[in-house]
């Protein structure tokens, strides 16, 4: 079967990447070695209820961010309801941070709960730097360069406030904290870590200033909930590939990738593909793999991670009877004492809307809880009945459900993540920020210079649904700059 553009994966970069291409009139098959499309962004049916694999929130829709552009450039339609209040986070001593959108709001919020000194200059700060972060994204698609047309592509797109934002990768959060007084904080200090955790897989001595500050600013954005879970938000870019002539197949594991005279010949578990161009949607890692091409594995090694410096996660699904919802469905859980075996410092938690009707039976509400397994390959969980126990044990202390109301628990370890999506190591949340690594240093969209690309959440920008969607933003800008 031939193709223009094969995908492999189905995760929301490649899905991005394909649509766009199919806008413009290539003939894209998207190879997915699962039965659902959306990656670590989908949800799977069980007991007649649909749970989600791993994200639950879903921002990227206001104005200049990578999901408003998708939607804008295929007029793709995606069902949505809006968050009044994104998130609550219930701190170590017992305290209850709301994380309004309001930026006055979310400023008497954390004055009230962390102190006055400087909260309003640090988060007034993160904003304008987020916003300016936004602004570029996606107006910036040769970055980061990799031929002299993306440097002269840049450099014609630059501005002076783009230049202005060079600084910031050079510094890291825990420095900003400490330009602004806050880093003797620790209550604060601690809050930032977890909250930077969830959006850029690390801490604040590691975060740069740009990652760190946007990373930070989710919750000041336009914050969503999709009916039936993300399932309903990758769906719709599946079918817009199919009505343009394309294709997403199921159960196509590919497990070699062979450069030919016409482009690249992609095996998989039961069939052979041939396109003009590969566009490889799965993590670095696992993407070195599939080539044969010395060439392309030379150019890939130096920018691979080892399981030392990924996560993964430990996932529970609850199905409640009788359970009253919260006002809020999104919670961040601290663990003062670290939670049992895994030793992660705090849990995210998202419940099911009261008026989602696709779900499941009207009687039921589902919670998705999940947090950090650090260095998932040394950490092999051969109790996960404890960590279950221990999770629960946290809702009901924090009033959020009741023992008695739960009427079906499953939980998953980075091992059914490896069973799941084939990533190495069942890594998940894409490659963490370090400092060392500046964005311009992150892998670009090449992964040679005749036909083969590479999105997701691990090359730039990195990590969540905006961020994989602007990866298949970039590679498919790439592709046609490169031959059309």
């Given at each position: 079967?031939?193709?223009?553009?094969?995908?492999?994966?189905?995760?929301?970069?490649?899905?991005?990447?394909?649509?766009?291409?199919?806008?413009?009139?290539?003939?894209?098959?998207?190879?997915?070695?699962?039965?659902?499309?959306?990656?670590?962004?989908?949800?799977?049916?069980?007991?007649?209820?649909?749970?989600?694999?791993?994200?639950?929130?879903?921002?990227?829709?206001?104005?200049?961010?990578?999901?408003?552009?998708?939607?804008?450039?295929?007029?793709?339609?995606?069902?949505?309801?809006?968050?009044?209040?994104?998130?609550?986070?219930?701190?170590?001593?017992?305290?209850?941070?709301?994380?309004?959108?309001?930026?006055?709001?979310?400023?008497?919020?954390?004055?009230?709960?962390?102190?006055?000194?400087?909260?309003?200059?640090?988060?007034?700060?993160?904003?304008?730097?987020?916003?300016?972060?936004?602004?570029?994204?996606?107006?910036?698609?040769?970055?980061?360069?990799?031929?002299?047309?993306?440097?002269?592509?840049?450099?014609?797109?630059?501005?002076?406030?783009?230049?202005?934002?060079?600084?910031?990768?050079?510094?890291?959060?825990?420095?900003?904290l400490r330009k602004y007084n806050l880093h003797q904080n620790k209550l604060f200090v601690d809050f930032i870590n977890e909250q930077l955790l969830i959006t850029a897989q690390n801490y604040a001595p590691e975060v740069n200033e740009l990652?760190?500050?946007?990373?930070?600013?989710?919750?000041?954005?336009?914050?969503?909930?999709?009916?039936?879970?993300?399932?309903?938000?990758?769906?719709?870019?599946?079918?817009?590939?199919?009505?343009?002539?394309?294709?997403?197949?199921?159960?196509?594991?590919?497990?070699?990738?062979?450069?030919?005279?016409?482009?690249?010949?992609?095996?998989?578990?039961?069939?052979?593909?041939?396109?003009?161009?590969?566009?490889?949607?799965?993590?670095?890692?696992?993407?070195?793999?599939?080539?044969?091409?010395?060439?392309?594995?030379?150019?890939?090694?130096?920018?691979?991670?080892?399981?030392?410096?990924?996560?993964?996660?430990?996932?529970?699904?609850?199905?409640?009877?009788?359970?009253?919802?919260?006002?809020?469905?999104?919670?961040?859980?601290?663990?003062?004492?670290?939670?049992?075996?895994?030793?992660?410092?705090?849990?995210?938690?998202?419940?099911?809307?009261?008026?989602?009707?696709?779900?499941?039976?009207?009687?039921?509400?589902?919670?998705?809880?999940?947090?950090?397994?650090?260095?998932?390959?040394?950490?092999?969980?051969?109790?996960?009945?404890?960590i279950e126990k221990a999770i629960i044990e946290l809702l009901v202390e924090k009033e959020l459900i009741k023992q008695e109301n739960i009427t079906y628990t499953q939980s998953a370890t980075p091992g059914a993540w490896i069973f799941w999506?084939?990533?190495?190591?069942?890594?998940?949340?894409?490659?963490?920020?370090?400092?060392?690594?500046?964005?311009?240093?992150?892998?670009?969209?090449?992964?040679?210079?005749?036909?083969?690309?590479?999105?997701?959440d691990t090359v730039y920008p990195g990590q969540g649904v905006p961020g994989a969607c602007l990866s298949g933003i970039i590679a498919a800008s790439k592709l046609l700059q490169d031959h059309y």
């Open positions: 079967m031939k193709y223009d553009v094969i995908l492999v994966g189905s995760g929301f970069g490649s899905l991005t990447a394909a649509a766009l291409l199919a806008k413009h009139g290539l003939k894209a098959c998207v190879l997915e070695q699962a039965k659902y499309p959306g990656g670590c962004a989908t949800s799977y049916k069980r007991k007649s209820y649909w749970f989600e694999t791993g994200a639950t929130t879903l921002v990227g829709l206001d104005d200049d961010m990578p999901l408003r552009y998708l939607l804008d450039e295929t007029k793709i339609e995606v069902p949505v309801r809006k968050l009044n209040i994104p998130m609550q986070v219930h701190l170590p001593d017992g305290l209850l941070l709301t994380r309004y959108q309001k930026m006055e709001s979310w400023i008497l919020e954390v004055e009230r709960v962390f102190g006055k000194d400087n909260q309003r200059s640090f988060w007034e700060h993160c904003y304008q730097l987020s916003r300016k972060v936004w602004r570029i994204s996606t107006r910036q698609t040769s970055f980061p360069p990799s031929n002299f047309s993306d440097f002269c592509s840049s450099a014609l797109k630059a501005t002076p406030g783009q230049l202005s934002l060079l600084s910031g990768a050079f510094r890291t959060m825990d420095e900003v990652f760190g500050a946007t990373a930070l600013c989710y919750t000041l954005y336009s914050n969503y909930y999709v009916d039936g879970g993300l399932i309903n938000l990758v769906q719709p870019i599946v079918d817009y590939i199919n009505e343009k002539g394309g294709a997403v197949l199921y159960r196509q594991e590919v497990r070699e990738i062979v450069p030919d005279e016409d482009g690249y010949l992609i095996k998989t578990n039961t069939s052979h593909f041939k396109a003009r161009f590969v566009v490889s949607g799965i993590p670095l890692n696992n993407t070195y793999t599939l080539f044969k091409n010395e060439k392309v594995k030379q150019r890939l090694l130096k920018y691979i991670m080892p399981s030392s410096m990924l996560n993964s996660a430990f996932t529970m699904n609850l199905l409640l009877k009788g359970q009253q919802v919260p006002e809020i469905l999104h919670h961040q859980i601290h663990v003062p004492e670290q939670l049992s075996i895994i030793g992660s410092k705090s849990i995210f938690v998202s419940f099911s809307h009261p008026q989602d009707k696709l779900k499941g039976p009207v009687e039921g509400l589902v919670v998705s809880i999940s947090t950090h397994v650090f260095d998932p390959e040394n950490n092999y969980i051969h109790n996960k009945r404890e999506t084939n990533r190495i190591f069942g890594a998940v949340g894409g490659y963490p920020q370090y400092k060392h690594i500046k964005p311009w240093q992150m892998k670009d969209a090449r992964l040679d210079q005749r036909g083969a690309y590479v999105c997701g």
